[in-house]
């Protein structure tokens, strides 16, 4: 198994569905602006991804693909087939329950959530109706998101790769609509969260077809509650823990923000997609290659072979996550001008989004290594230390809200969550030396390597904004041959400073070669 090559497959992909994300908030941003609609929207659409985080990623296939992947290679497809179909049927059980409530109590749930909105507010009234109709699409995607784990466990990355751009191509194609057909900003988001809903029934559709051509079936029964069964469940609760605090944590940003003007969620969640692009794209790549390599080789004791992919994992990780903290630290402004200030969103939206950029784009190397490293817990079996850093580092994130956004509102709620995660990165690098997956001296010279050219590139690019870059500067086909001509320059600075430290150190400083990283 290819770690490079399934990554790469994986991460592709998943940067076609980041860019497919980034296409949907420049829209959104271009139709809405930032205010009341475009939170209201988010808001719904942000509760439900959080219910699917705990309940569907992270932990379920943390817990669930090891032991699908063991019954399968072991018992067969038709033992598999039994197994899958508890799990399935356990799932509705839990969610459509849970739904039901939490669509009679919406309003309740959303001021205990979102207590900086007034209940007699048109925004308060407009993201309970708007997250009621959004929360079914919970059900969907959770399904879909077994589905997808069972693809990864057959070594099927890109089909679950690619589904996760649906939600944003549909979610464009409703505001699409509400434009062009004039429809008033209340109406076009009602469009939008309809649309959201839709869009889990087709990926749930898409890879239920897909996962029945490989011979897998899903039958649900109420016998449901196998020993098996228990041991996933039971497998899931400590990553289900720690799933739920880091939402919580997200949670309480989102109440912070609601006590800042109208606009500042949507500012916030234009930052994020920018960090999420290579957060995304290579955070979530490598853990999901990993999960099952390592899972493999650490069960049959082949440590040496799990330390080489592990290394590798790590390597790619910096060599892409060090140059884009620094473009996004060095360029934030640029970006966010460049990216989505055009139609209803202005300039200072522009200023704003840029700090919380700068904020978030801090702790991006400490948020893909936190990736990286619980899938070495995950697939050790250790499921409970990553949740009880995981819970520290959230207590850390409140602790730093409290103390720093009075000083700065919009960069230092970005700025907290970063120091959280950089908290927990640490928690989880320096037990991991239990594991005996051993550097290299190459893996050294490398991470040097990086760590200087990232130097050089930010200083470099801090020389060119103050320079050459204005907010108010020429036509916007200007800014976008500056901003592309700093991009270039940057990568030009990194690659060959790295080239140039590995050659100077004598190691294989052939970055380009696949078998180096």
């Known amino acids: 198994m290819d770690i490079v090559k399934n990554a790469a497959t994986v991460g592709v992909f998943t940067l076609f569905s980041r860019v497919i994300g980034f296409m949907r908030e420049c829209v959104m941003a271009f139709c809405l602006g930032a205010g009341i609609y475009s939170d209201a929207i988010l808001i719904a659409l942000r509760i439900s991804n959080t219910f699917r985080r705990i309940f569907a990623e992270g932990a379920f296939n943390a817990s669930f693909l090891p032991r699908f992947s063991r019954i399968l290679s072991k018992e067969g497809k038709e033992e598999a087939n039994v197994v899958l179909g508890d799990v399935f049927s356990v799932l509705l059980l839990i969610l459509i329950p849970f739904s039901i409530i939490i669509i009679a109590i919406f309003p309740s749930f959303l001021q205990l959530l979102i207590s900086g909105f007034d209940e007699h507010s048109e925004k308060f009234q407009l993201t309970v109706i708007l997250g009621r109709i959004c929360f079914p699409y919970l059900i969907f995607i959770s399904i879909a998101s077994l589905f997808c784990g069972v693809l990864n466990a057959i070594n099927r990355f890109t089909l679950p790769a690619v589904v996760h751009s649906i939600l944003s191509i549909f979610t464009t194609i409703g505001l699409l609509v509400g434009y062009f057909c004039n429809l008033s900003h209340c109406l076009t988001a009602h469009v939008v969260i309809h649309f959201v809903v839709f869009s889990g029934v087709v990926q749930f559709y898409i890879l239920f077809t897909s996962i029945s051509q490989h011979g897998f079936r899903i039958r649900f029964q109420f016998s449901c509650w196998t020993r098996t069964v228990k041991d996933i469940i039971k497998n899931m609760i400590p990553g289900i823990i720690g799933a739920g605090v880091w939402q919580l944590n997200l949670l309480v940003d989102t109440t912070i923000s609601s006590y800042l003007p109208a606009g500042t969620i949507t500012c916030l969640n234009l930052a994020d997609r920018l960090n999420q692009f290579p957060l995304g794209t290579l955070g979530i790549a490598l853990s999901t290659a990993l999960l099952p390599l390592l899972s493999h080789t650490i069960a049959r004791q082949e440590y040496a072979m799990a330390a080489q992919a592990f290394e590798r994992g790590l390597t790619l990780a910096l060599f892409v996550t060090l140059p884009a903290t620094v473009v996004l630290i060095a360029l934030a402004e640029p970006t966010v001008s460049v990216a989505?200030?055009?139609?209803?969103?202005?300039?200072?939206?522009?200023?704003?989004?840029?700090?919380?950029?700068?904020?978030?784009?801090?702790?991006?190397?400490?948020?893909?290594?936190?990736?990286?490293?619980?899938?070495?817990?995950?697939?050790?079996?250790?499921?409970?230390?990553?949740?009880?850093?995981?819970?520290?580092?959230?207590?850390?994130?409140?602790?730093?809200?409290?103390?720093?956004?009075?000083?700065?509102?919009?960069?230092?709620?970005?700025?907290?969550?970063?120091?959280?995660?950089?908290?927990?990165?640490?928690?989880?690098?320096?037990?991991?030396?239990?594991?005996?997956?051993k550097r290299t001296k190459m893996f050294w010279y490398k991470v040097f390597s990086q760590i200087a050219a990232a130097s050089a590139t930010y200083f470099f690019l801090q020389k060119m904004v103050s320079s050459f870059w204005s907010h108010d500067m020429g036509t916007k086909s200007v800014k976008w041959l500056i901003y592309m001509a700093f991009l270039c320059s940057a990568a030009f600075i990194f690659f060959s400073t790295v080239i140039v430290f590995l050659y100077i150190t004598k190691q294989q400083w052939k970055i380009w070669r696949k078998d180096l990283w």
Do not use: W
């Not at 580092?393 to 950089?422: D, E, H, Q, R, W």
């Open 340 to 437: 989505y200030q055009r139609g209803l969103f202005a300039g200072e939206q522009t200023l704003i989004t840029a700090d919380a950029v700068v904020g978030f784009a801090i702790g991006l190397p400490a948020y893909v290594l936190t990736k990286i490293f619980s899938t070495l817990y995950f697939a050790a079996g250790d499921t409970k230390y990553p949740v009880i850093s995981g819970m520290f580092s959230v207590l850390l994130n409140m602790l730093f809200l409290l103390l720093l956004v009075p000083f700065g509102k919009y960069f230092c709620i970005a700025l907290s969550t970063s120091l959280a995660a950089v908290s927990h990165a640490i928690m989880l690098i320096l037990p991991a030396r239990k594991f005996s997956l």
